[in-house]
């Protein structure tokens, strides 16, 4: 029976705080917590708006709804009720469960001890000491407070008290020590080697204060210098946006004066060849006139007429040459073009080295580039043909944390309790459970990893992502640097820059397959079993190498990455 309401007590405690449920609520996971537990836990997660089941890590966006669980509350109390009931009556001052120091002298119940006796080597309860401080015999004895450590302060060789420490052997040694085994040897007493001890150590505490003097001194001129620079930076780009809004406006006004310059030299050029067009107009018609009098005398019968009218229908008109339409060399744009392409080409130049390369005219044929290329090879379709892109990953002791243990020529990864040997190294995650493989991945790559629990990510990430810090701004997903698919028991989701997606649910499975076609900005995850289940597909544009990674939550978490040859 008592066994039975142990259980049912541990059934209806609050993983927070050990105790019995008080107020309780049930968040959507299906885990209970007490109202103020929960409430106090979340406060902390207020500023990155995602919470999370302190008990299976499952995280809930927006904070959820808690409202009391009645029927709970009352189970509860119910079993509050119980325990106190069964709960056995305390002795006065008995020790029992309670981490106290039992008297030597008494007998059957033995009572709490309130003083230790170094040379009678007892502890003694409230009535037992009363000796000590009434008979003379025994207020010559040096009590102390009681402590159930009576035994290491004997000699083991004489059963005397230690008193005396050998600075030769750097021990604390008795009397009879003094004269036998350390005869010869520098000794002082222990209390005088204490008091010389602490000096040295008052001054080690100094020296420390010192040293996180100098260190918060660094840090402050550290965090002063990072202001300074976000100053600077924030000054360069509103200088930049000014300098390129007069640029912009410049080559708006030039813009404008070329079009009017245009214009201008139009209108005259149109105006001359106006005059000159009405000229050639005048002159047909005077050459259609005559022509049409040559034809009537041509037919003339009367030869008088014909005679009369020759003279001055048979000399030719006198006409001057008209001039060649003008077309003005300024209408030409070749000049103009030129100009404009070296001046842009040295902006780009300029630029370039400006801002350490990141601007490049390759930029601009990238989209070209991944078209031709994604209908030249497509992606692959069977399990067949991702195999031909297997890739050989080994995890980097450098970056993994300092509880992540690797094995299997680094092919193999477990999350232990306590801490590896590793050395220091700045790339090491020092505050998340992650580590990443040493090999960037090539254009189009695949691998499969296989894991024993259900909470893991697996995710591919840039390089320069965070390593440091106690938040999960350096997790897989929670940045702008990494991209990672999250098992969590019988679903799976995919956070990208703290941005999270539900995937569908799918048959449970614990290998996954990644393809990643870097170029062609493709990231792909796949679930292995008797057959290949895409979960989710991601394009995107991949502007730095990537660099598989993994995440594990709970203790005895195990990763492996298979071997597909």
Same mark, same amino acid.
């Given at each position: 029976m008592a066994e039975a309401a142990v259980k049912s007590l541990d059934?209806?405690?609050?993983?927070?705080c050990l105790d019995l449920l008080k107020d309780p609520v049930t968040i959507p996971c299906g885990h209970s917590f007490c109202l103020g537990c929960i409430k106090d836990c979340w406060a902390g997660d207020d500023q990155r708006k995602v919470y999370s089941c302190p008990q299976c890590r499952h995280t809930f966006t927006p904070r959820p709804v808690l409202n009391k669980n009645t029927m709970l509350a009352e189970l509860a109390e119910g079993l509050r009720k119980t325990r106190l009931q069964a709960a056995p009556p305390p002795a006065a001052d008995s020790p029992a469960g309670s981490g106290g120091v039992e008297c030597d002298v008494c007998t059957g119940t033995k009572h709490t001890a309130?003083?230790?006796?170094?040379?009678?080597?007892?502890?003694?309860?409230?009535?037992?000491?009363?000796?000590?401080?009434?008979?003379?015999?025994y207020k010559k004895h040096k009590l102390v407070e009681?402590?159930?450590?009576?035994?290491e302060k004997i000699c083991s060789l004489h059963d005397k008290l230690l008193e005396v420490f050998c600075h030769t052997d750097q021990q604390c040694i008795c009397l009879l020590c003094v004269m036998d085994e350390h005869r010869g040897h520098k000794t002082v007493s222990a209390a005088a080697?204490?008091?010389?001890?602490?000096?040295?150590l008052v001054q080690t505490q100094r020296e420390s204060q010192q040293r996180i003097q100098q260190k918060e001194k660094k840090l402050q001129e550290l965090r002063q210098t990072m202001e300074t620079l976000r100053r600077s930076a924030q000054a360069a780009v509103e200088d930049s946006e000014k300098i390129f809004t007069e640029l912009i406006q410049f080559m708006e006004r030039r813009r404008s004066e070329v079009k009017e310059l245009i214009r201008a030299q139009e209108k005259t050029e149109l105006s001359l060849a106006e005059d000159l067009l009405k000229k050639l107009e005048q002159e047909i018609a005077d050459l259609r006139r005559r022509d049409a009098e040559l034809e009537k005398l041509l037919h003339s019968e009367d030869p008088i007429d014909f005679l009369q009218s020759f003279q001055s229908l048979s000399a030719p008109p006198q006409s001057a040459d008209l001039p060649q339409i003008p077309v003005s060399h300024q209408f030409s744009m070749e000049e103009l073009k030129k100009a404009a392409t070296g001046v842009m080409e040295r902006m780009e130049s300029k630029l370039v080295r400006f801002s350490g390369g990141f601007i490049s005219s390759s930029m601009t044929a990238a989209p070209l580039q991944k078209s031709e290329q994604l209908l030249q090879s497509p992606e692959p379709k069977t399990r067949e043909d991702f195999l031909k892109y297997t890739c050989q990953l080994t995890l980097d002791p450098n970056t993994a944390h300092t509880q992540i243990a690797l094995s299997e020529r680094n092919r193999k990864a477990t999350l232990m309790p306590q801490k590896q040997q590793y050395p220091y190294?700045?790339?090491?995650?020092?505050?998340?459970?992650? %580590?990443?493989?040493?090999?960037?991945?090539?254009?189009?790559?695949?691998?499969?990893?296989? &894991?024993?629990? =259900?909470?893991?990510?697996?995710? %591919?990430?840039?390089?320069?992502?965070?390593?440091?810090?106690?938040?999960?701004?350096?997790? &897989?997903?929670? =940045?702008?640097?990494s991209w990672s698919l999250n098992s969590w028991y019988s679903s799976f989701s995919f956070r990208h820059n703290n941005k999270e997606t539900k995937l569908p649910v799918v048959s449970r499975s614990y290998r996954i397959g990644v393809y990643v076609d870097h170029s062609a900005g493709i990231l792909s995850f796949y679930s292995i079993s008797d057959t290949m289940t895409l979960l989710h597909r991601v394009h995107t544009t991949f502007t730095q190498p990537l660099y598989p990674g993994f995440w594990f939550y709970d203790f005895g978490n195990v990763l492996q990455i298979c071997d597909l040859n």
């Open positions: 059934s209806f405690s609050c993983p927070i309130v003083k230790s006796c170094l040379v009678c080597l007892l502890s003694f309860c409230e009535a037992h000491i009363q000796p000590h401080y009434e008979i003379p015999a009681a402590s159930m450590n009576l035994q080697e204490r008091a010389q001890k602490q000096k040295q190294h700045p790339e090491r995650f020092d505050s998340v459970h992650q %580590v990443l493989c040493r090999e960037s991945l090539p254009g189009r790559c695949y691998w499969e990893v296989e &894991f024993n629990m =259900n909470y893991v990510h697996i995710a %591919v990430c840039y390089k320069n992502i965070s390593r440091k810090g106690g938040d999960y701004k350096s997790g &897989f997903g929670f =940045n702008d640097q």
